[in-house]
């Protein structure tokens, strides 16, 4: 079997990459650039409590809050100097010309004004040219997978959504991930994986369990006379206490794209999308589970038709119940891209619990470290401290990877949606 990537719901950055044996075994570890500190003045959002960075075992935790101004200031402060390179990294890597700065420009108005005065006050405490911030917050377009599973398939757990974010350039993007704490002052708390200074959610949880996470649709619409996406998505935890408050939050209004918006809680998932007519469409779940890559879709059987979708339908036909975190984690790694897995996650909205991976180039996240991150007693209102961070399992090629386990697409045809799985 091929131990490599997976991809269901995300993760980012660059940093340093170590060698460790232990009992006779060589692997990978990705190391963070962040140590932890405080900023001297407490701040009446968080409690009285100053704003901080908190690393256990390589996971970077860090908690802000209060008006826009201050959650700015606050994160421009603790990660100036990580929020310069990053954006100067990510950048160069997007292809920085007056054609992307033209489409941020036209976007920046989109942006709601609490979350436009935040990466105003970023930008100033960091250091970094307002231009350059705005345009990196509005370039990210993630190639992922996500699987679901609920009810009889998950054999009485609670519902679990796992994520792969595949993205460019993983060196960045996966040792710079941080587990951002915030506190807006009259909205939800909410949980961000993602990176200092970008202010949109690509993968996310609130108090009540909403969780959301975006996939880039392939096949998606691009419009710059709308509100993008990833604000919309951040919207929706500081706003929502179910998954279909956000369903209905995302079909409100107009979005910058349609790409796949993963939204689940407790009860319920959906993986949808808004359509160029405003419309929002859903893939279809089956038995208890659904599956998203950034696949072209069947619009009459509400599925998709790549090769990582296949293989995530292949290997959840066959797969015994109960899906336990542990194998979804597992499908994960078996639909990782190669050099793009940065990020591996699984929310479980009831517990408020998070089990995260981080990759880099060379190391996807799926098949790499995972820890189990417990958030609800931050939700609760504790601080980061009481958080509890434990090391899982290495999935450890536990299922081949698509590309070893899924036949070629048939020359000039479509993909029968019925085709029996592949022998192991």
Not at 126 to 142: F, H, Q, R, Y
Not at 152 to 175: Q, T
């Amino acid at each position: 079997m091929r131990a490599t990537t997976s991809r269901i719901v995300i993760a980012v950055t660059a940093g340093a990459v170590a060698l460790a044996t232990a009992s006779g075994c060589s692997h990978f570890s990705v190391g963070t650039p962040y140590r932890a500190r405080a900023l001297d003045q407490p701040s009446d959002g968080l409690d009285g409590r100053a704003a901080r960075i908190v690393v256990r075992d390589g996971v970077t935790l860090a908690e802000v809050g209060g008006t826009p101004e201050e959650i700015g200031r606050q994160t421009g402060t603790l990660f100036g100097e990580q929020i310069r390179a990053q954006v100067a990294r990510c950048l160069a890597a997007f292809g920085d010309g007056p054609e992307t700065r033209r489409r941020a420009r036209a976007l920046a108005d989109r942006i709601p004004d609490d979350h436009r005065r935040e990466l105003r006050a970023v930008a100033d405490a960091a250091g970094v040219p307002w231009d350059d911030l705005l345009t990196a917050n509005l370039v990210v377009e993630t190639r992922c997978s996500v699987v679901a599973a609920w009810g009889e398939a998950r054999g009485g757990a609670p519902l679990a959504v796992a994520r792969n974010l595949d993205f460019h350039p993983a060196d960045v993007v996966g040792p710079f991930t941080v587990v951002l704490l915030v506190r807006p002052a009259g909205k939800r708390p909410f949980v961000s994986v993602g990176w200092p200074g970008f202010a949109a959610v690509t993968s996310g949880i609130n108090d009540a369990g909403v969780a959301t996470m975006i996939l880039l649709n392939l096949e998606s619409h691009r419009r710059s006379d709308a509100e993008p996406l990833g604000f919309r998505m951040r919207r929706m935890l500081e706003t929502c206490a179910s998954a279909a408050e956000a369903k209905a939050l995302l079909a409100d209004a107009p979005v910058a794209t349609g790409d796949f918006c993963t939204i689940a809680d407790a009860d319920e998932v959906v993986a949808a999308w808004q359509q160029r007519d405003g419309s929002v469409a859903t893939l279809a779940p089956d038995a208890g589970t659904v599956t998203c890559t950034n696949g072209p879709t069947d619009a009459a059987a509400a599925v998709q038709r790549d090769a990582r979708s296949r293989c995530l339908s292949d290997l959840l036909a066959s797969e015994p119940r109960p899906l336990t975190n542990r194998t979804l984690r597992a499908l994960l790694e078996a639909v990782a891209l190669d050099f793009l897995n940065c990020q591996a996650m699984v929310f479980e909205p009831e517990s408020r619990r998070l089990d995260l991976a981080l990759g880099t180039t060379f190391v996807p996240a799926a098949g790499n470290d995972w820890h189990a991150i417990e958030l609800a007693p931050w939700f609760a209102g504790a601080g980061p401290d009481a958080i509890a961070v434990r090391r899982l399992e290495r999935p450890e090629g536990r299922f081949e990877h698509y590309k070893v386990a899924v036949p070629p697409r048939p020359a000039g045809g479509r993909i029968p949606l019925d085709r029996a799985p592949p022998t192991r």
